[in-house]
């Protein structure tokens, strides 16, 4: 989760969050409201002992028991009177862990950031004589991390434990003083790290396992078991076989997955600040060749939407959801969006779930291995199932204009049959079968409607869009210039079966102006024009470009404040694009176009640095 109150897969060794494979049978989510009324719930686990309660954790310092979809009214620990949780971080009581032999002991830990120094503490509680009521005043304190240089900030904040027994804690690198980048890369500090120890062989403090990764390297701590991480928010381990899922947020650019195979030593090193996601940083000072570095398993990036704080979840491993089992379900707390992935001989595939938009906080497991969510601005929290119903049909091209009457339709449900109807009625599975090919061919104004079907699913939600046909603006090739005379020119467009007319006067075309039929030369003085036509297609917008020579700069200045100023002589009724470059090869427009008016006319671009390479041409 961000530091604040209020997901393309990339392949290499990691996978960047796309559209997945179809033969992966995804299941079609639903939420089931188990418990409202929680004051920023940050965490939701289970005990295991047998009782079927839920624990949610509030971040101003109280633990809830849900009991039977019921919120106790009294609560399991309130020690809000010794959290520091202000308003703009992610601090407070953060998780709550349960060992194994819970129900013999009768104590828990907890994660917390405390009042007076604002340290962040790991504390072991015990049950009192009621088992919905924790003892407040029985709290044994085993770890405290000082605060650094910078106030709380991302402090990762959980703990749970292992497959193996032991604790495990994760932290952030502190944040919040520009993202400091030394912690997380630290071999001497326990910022920016997951944490093992032994909690349990001990009635005091803990014990550091003895076969830890760093156990005996000074000055490496011994109680660091992964590294190079910058706000770890939410792990978990796979039930199943015990890997390790590690959900990472980002800066400002990528969020990322990491995944440690259960049969890992540890020691793994996932690169904050070095690399966010798969990209370098250039934050700080390493010595640390990227190639010792382990790579996220998946990444999405911040300009995919709204997606900008990653939230790591669990692979199902419950009952009554063969669908379910075995992806790994992990969301996005700002985006509210959900997705499945699973691995499969090293590759991993993921896909998009809809479920209605939730800041989600956490996931969570009860006993059985059934998935749960908190809501942290709605206090809310909701078991996740799958609805049974098959996967809806997607079209592409979607609803509204549609440069091509060929309509793709598929579902996420492999193997199902999708049936549909052109005049808006309910499809049926005694209406029209979509081929094997995928594809429905229609006709402006059609009001597309799909459903599909399987033997062993309910029949899916029913998609429906209109489409309104038009052919799509032709392209040039070159796109623009500058050119010299006798440039060959290219035009084409993406609707199938169009037909292209243009004129070189600066003329509207109609279908009586020239037939495109293959590339032609220009020169600098035309002014080309080109529209697209096909019957039962709306004809397409225009495409004018006036193709000049490069234009003679007049003046070139290069004042103190790193700008550099130019003119040229315009004339009346040509239109001019500015464009630089600051390599060889790109060029890019500066600004928009200008009119010119028998005068001299100018642009300006700013210089960044005393030495940039820079070119200019005008057109």
């Given at each position: 989760?961000?530091?604040?109150?209020?997901?393309?897969?990339?392949?290499?060794?990691?996978?960047?969050?796309?559209?997945?494979?179809?033969?992966?049978?995804?299941?079609?989510?639903q939420?089931?409201?188990?418990?409202?009324?929680?004051?920023?719930?940050?965490?939701?686990?289970?005990?295991?002992?047998?009782?079927?309660?839920?624990?949610?954790?509030e971040?101003?310092?109280r633990?809830?028991?849900i009991?039977?979809?019921?919120?106790?009214?009294?609560?399991?620990?309130d020690?809000?009177?010794?959290?520091?949780?202000?308003?703009g971080?992610?601090?407070?009581?953060?998780?709550?862990?349960?060992?194994?032999?819970?129900?013999?002991?009768?104590?828990?830990?907890?994660y917390?950031?405390?009042?007076?120094?604002?340290?962040?503490?790991?504390?072991?509680?015990?049950?009192?004589?009621?088992?919905?009521?924790?003892?407040?005043?029985?709290?044994?304190?085993?770890l405290?991390?000082?605060?650094?240089?910078?106030?709380?900030?991302?402090?990762?904040?959980q703990?749970?434990?292992?497959?193996?027994?032991?604790?495990?804690?994760s932290?952030?690198?502190?944040?919040?003083?520009?993202?400091?980048?030394?912690?997380?890369?630290?071999?001497?500090?326990?910022?920016?790290?997951?944490?093992?120890?032994?909690?349990?062989?001990?009635?005091?403090?803990?014990?550091v396992?003895?076969?830890?990764?760093?156990?005996?390297?000074?000055?490496?701590?011994?109680?660091?078991?992964?590294?190079?991480?910058?706000?770890?928010?939410?792990?978990?381990?796979?039930?199943?076989?015990?890997?390790?899922?590690?959900?990472?947020?980002g800066?400002?650019?990528?969020?990322?997955?990491?995944?440690?195979?259960?049969?890992?030593?540890?020691?793994?090193?996932?690169?904050?600040?070095?690399?966010?996601?798969?990209?370098?940083?250039?934050?700080?000072?390493?010595?640390?060749?990227?190639?010792?570095?382990?790579?996220?398993?998946?990444?999405?990036?911040?300009?995919?939407?709204?997606?900008?704080?990653?939230?790591?979840?669990?692979?199902?491993?419950?009952?009554?959801?063969?669908?379910?089992?075995?992806?790994?379900?992990?969301?996005?707390?700002?985006?509210?969006?959900?997705?499945?992935?699973?691995?499969?001989?090293?590759t991993?595939?993921?896909?998009?779930?809809p479920?209605?938009?939730?800041y989600?906080?956490?996931?969570?497991?009860?006993?059985?291995?059934?998935?749960?969510?908190?809501?942290?601005?709605?206090?809310?929290?909701?078991?996740?199932?799958?609805?049974?119903?098959?996967?809806?049909?997607v079209?592409?091209?979607?609803?509204?204009?549609?440069?091509?009457?060929?309509?793709?339709?598929?579902?996420?449900?492999?193997?199902?049959?999708?049936?549909?109807?052109?005049?808006?009625?309910?499809?049926?599975e005694?209406?029209?079968?979509?081929?094997?090919?995928?594809?429905?061919?229609?006709?402006?104004?059609?009001?597309?409607?799909?459903?599909?079907?399987?033997?062993?699913?309910?029949?899916?939600?029913?998609?429906v869009?209109?489409?309104?046909?038009?052919?799509?603006?032709?392209?040039?090739?070159?796109?623009?210039?500058?050119?010299?005379?006798?440039?060959?020119?290219?035009?084409?467009?993406v609707?199938?079966?169009?037909?292209?007319?243009?004129?070189?006067?600066g003329?509207?075309?109609?279908?009586?102006?020239?037939?495109?039929?293959?590339?032609?030369?220009?020169n600098?003085?035309?002014?080309?024009?080109?529209?697209?036509?096909?019957?039962?297609?709306?004809?397409?917008?225009?495409?004018?470009?006036?193709?000049?020579?490069?234009?003679m700069?007049?003046?070139?200045?290069?004042?103190?404040?790193?700008?550099?100023?130019f003119?040229?002589?315009?004339?009346?009724?040509?239109?001019?694009?500015?464009?630089?470059?600051?390599?060889?090869?790109?060029?890019?427009?500066?600004?928009?176009?200008?009119?010119?008016?028998?005068?001299?006319?100018?642009?300006?671009?700013?210089?960044?640095?005393?030495?940039?390479?820079?070119?200019?041409?005008?057109?």
């Amino acid at each position: 989760m961000k530091s604040s109150r209020s997901l393309l897969l990339y392949l290499a060794s990691t996978t960047l969050l796309t559209t997945a494979h179809a033969q992966t049978d995804w299941p079609q989510l639903q939420l089931t409201q188990v418990g409202a009324g929680f004051t920023e719930p940050v965490h939701i686990t289970s005990a295991r002992d047998g009782s079927d309660r839920l624990f949610v954790v509030e971040q101003p310092g109280r633990i809830k028991i849900i009991q039977s979809n019921s919120v106790l009214p009294q609560p399991f620990l309130d020690i809000t009177n010794r959290i520091s949780s202000p308003p703009g971080g992610v601090y407070g009581l953060l998780s709550v862990a349960f060992p194994s032999n819970y129900a013999a002991k009768n104590c828990f830990y907890v994660y917390y950031s405390r009042t007076n120094d604002q340290a962040t503490v790991i504390s072991r509680f015990f049950v009192s004589t009621n088992a919905n009521q924790a003892d407040a005043w029985s709290e044994q304190v085993l770890l405290v991390i000082p605060l650094g240089i910078c106030e709380p900030g991302v402090l990762g904040g959980q703990v749970a434990f292992g497959p193996d027994g032991y604790l495990y804690i994760s932290t952030g690198d502190e944040g919040m003083c520009g993202d400091d980048p030394t912690r997380a890369q630290l071999p001497d500090s326990l910022w920016g790290k997951i944490l093992r120890i032994d909690v349990e062989s001990t009635n005091s403090g803990y014990v550091v396992p003895t076969n830890n990764p760093f156990v005996g390297q000074a000055p490496y701590l011994p109680e660091i078991w992964a590294m190079g991480l910058r706000n770890p928010w939410r792990f978990s381990f796979d039930r199943g076989t015990g890997d390790l899922y590690i959900a990472d947020v980002g800066l400002s650019s990528w969020e990322e997955i990491d995944f440690q195979p259960a049969s890992s030593p540890g020691g793994q090193n996932y690169g904050w600040n070095v690399m966010e996601g798969n990209q370098p940083t250039g934050l700080g000072t390493t010595s640390w060749n990227t190639n010792d570095l382990t790579p996220p398993a998946m990444v999405y990036p911040h300009t995919n939407g709204p997606n900008s704080s990653v939230t790591g979840g669990f692979v199902y491993r419950g009952p009554n959801a063969p669908r379910m089992n075995g992806l790994y379900f992990f969301g996005d707390f700002i985006a509210g969006i959900v997705w499945g992935a699973v691995r499969s001989n090293g590759t991993w595939t993921v896909q998009q779930i809809p479920l209605p938009g939730h800041y989600i906080s956490s996931f969570g497991e009860d006993e059985s291995g059934r998935l749960y969510l908190v809501d942290y601005i709605f206090g809310k929290a909701y078991r996740i199932e799958d609805s049974g119903l098959a996967g809806p049909p997607v079209f592409n091209p979607g609803s509204g204009v549609s440069t091509t009457d060929a309509i793709i339709i598929t579902s996420s449900s492999p193997g199902a049959a999708i049936h549909y109807t052109t005049n808006g009625a309910v499809p049926t599975e005694s209406d029209p079968l979509v081929p094997a090919n995928d594809v429905v061919f229609i006709t402006s104004g059609t009001t597309l409607s799909a459903r599909a079907f399987r033997a062993d699913l309910q029949p899916s939600t029913v998609t429906v869009a209109s489409f309104t046909l038009q052919v799509a603006t032709p392209v040039f090739s070159p796109r623009h210039g500058p050119i010299t005379d006798g440039t060959m020119l290219s035009m084409s467009t993406v609707t199938p079966g169009a037909s292209i007319y243009y004129t070189l006067d600066g003329t509207d075309p109609t279908p009586a102006s020239l037939p495109y039929t293959a590339p032609f030369s220009i020169n600098i003085t035309n002014v080309v024009s080109a529209r697209g036509y096909r019957t039962g297609f709306a004809d397409s917008a225009i495409n004018r470009v006036y193709f000049s020579g490069t234009v003679m700069l007049t003046n070139v200045i290069r004042f103190a404040s790193g700008f550099l100023n130019f003119n040229w002589a315009s004339e009346t009724g040509r239109t001019y694009q500015v464009q630089i470059s600051s390599n060889l090869l790109d060029w890019s427009d500066l600004g928009l176009p200008q009119t010119g008016t028998d005068k001299t006319i100018g642009a300006s671009v700013q210089m960044l640095g005393t030495s940039r390479f820079l070119r200019v041409r005008i057109y």
